[in-house]
Nanobody
């Protein structure tokens, strides 16, 4: 059974950091594009970052550039999102998603499998 499980969310103060993990079972992430999305209460889901399958090139939403870093550990079949310098507006449920074909897309509809999400809350 193909499954993605996110972890690492939590409650932090502004300026804090978290490491979000996306672990896969039932399939290998190495040859697939992995996207991180988030959805805040009352807002639409938005793409945050993506790591491509072909050359591990990465992309980021403008609001998180310089603060978030996406990476993958193929030995652990896991993709990470390091989130630093967190702001209250980063508060959301964060989801990882797999694109089987292997190219990054900002559109959630292009992704084939999703995790259940992990909550990130940034508050003083």
């Amino acid at each position: 059974q193909m499954q993605l499980v996110e972890s690492g969310g939590g409650s932090v103060r502004p300026g804090g950091s978290l490491t979000l993990s996306c672990a896969a079972s039932g399939f290998i992430l190495e040859d697939k594009a992995i996207g991180w999305f988030r959805q805040a209460p009352g807002k639409e889901r938005e793409g945050v970052s993506c790591i491509d399958a072909s050359d591990d090139s990465t992309s980021y939403q403008d609001s998180v550039k310089g603060r978030f870093t996406i990476s993958r550990d193929n030995r652990k079949n896991t993709v990470y999102l390091q989130v630093n310098s967190l702001k209250p507006e980063d508060t959301a449920v964060y989801y990882c998603a797999v694109q089987i074909v292997g190219y990054c897309s900002e559109y959630g509809a292009d992704y084939d499998y999703w995790g259940q999400g992990t909550q990130v809350t940034v508050s003083s």
